[in-house]
């Protein structure tokens, strides 16, 4: 079968760093991805990860181990404006996108 | 920058009533969602079209949901007779069929039903 998992919450201070886990199952893969979704508003993508590895966007960046099944979302020097859901993702075989529930991040002065 | 346009922007409707959302999907996407997102369930996929064709529909109820994509500008989705529980947002996105560009989602159609 498939599944996607990632914590439903986290807290984490303006300026640190904070990284949001996401693990998954699935018997075929054609990638990864990451959204911001921003209370009332739509998802925004952040990234996309197919091969192992870090790919770094400025303060954000994303990590795929596609062995283990899991990715990670870094966030770096963190601001107000970041507090926000985090929705990972995964591409089956068939081209279609595995939600998970979402990360909600929030930022504390 | 490059939208995918959704109307309306907010429906308040009365239950039995039809609603029709309309999506004008990226210029030179050839996938199209339509997603429904309540905060008890997240992001549930509706309808998944590729080069306008439906390739899954599943998770549509469908005596009362339908999605079509008349032309490469337009897809639609339907519901007929809508009900309260069917209030949430409903969200468009289009990209590209291996996505290794994101899929863009439009803004959303805000629907309640009374």
């Known amino acids: 079968g498939q599944n996607i998992d990632q914590p439903t919450e986290m807290t984490a201070t303006e300026g640190a760093i904070v990284q949001i886990n996401c693990t998954y199952q699935?018997?075929?893969?054609?990638?990864l991805f990451w959204y911001q979704q921003h209370a009332g508003e739509a998802p925004t993508f952040l990234s996309y990860?197919?091969l192992d590895g870090l790919e770094e966007k400025g303060r954000f960046s994303s990590f795929l181990s596609r062995s283990k099944g899991y990715s990670y979302l870094l966030l770096k020097e963190l601001q107000m404006k970041d507090s926000a859901s985090y929705l990972c993702?995964?591409?089956?075989?068939?081209?279609?996108?595995?939600w998970g529930a979402g990360t909600k991040l929030i930022i504390k002065p | 920058d490059a939208r995918v346009t959704q109307t309306p922007r907010d429906k308040v409707t009365e239950m039995g009533q039809e609603v029709t959302m309309r999506c004008q999907p990226i210029?030179?996407?050839?996938?199209v969602f339509w997603y429904r997102q309540t905060m008890m369930q997240g992001l549930e996929l509706l309808a998944y079209?590729?080069?306008?064709?439906?390739?899954?529909d599943s998770g549509m109820p469908k005596d009362r949901f339908s999605a079509e994509m008349p032309d490469a500008t337009l897809a639609t989705l339907k519901i007929q007779p809508s009900e309260p529980r069917d209030s949430a947002v409903y969200f468009c996105?289009?990209?590209?069929?291996?996505?290794?560009?994101?899929?863009?989602f439009g803004s959303g159609t805000r629907l309640t039903v009374v």
């Open positions: 990860n197919v």
């Open positions: 210029l030179g996407h050839n996938t």
């Open positions: 079209f590729r080069n306008r064709a439906p390739l899954d």
């Open positions: 993702a995964f591409m089956d075989s068939n081209y279609q996108l595995i």
């Open positions: 996105a289009s990209g590209l069929s291996q996505g290794t560009g994101g899929y863009t």
């Open positions: 699935t018997s075929g893969f054609n990638g």
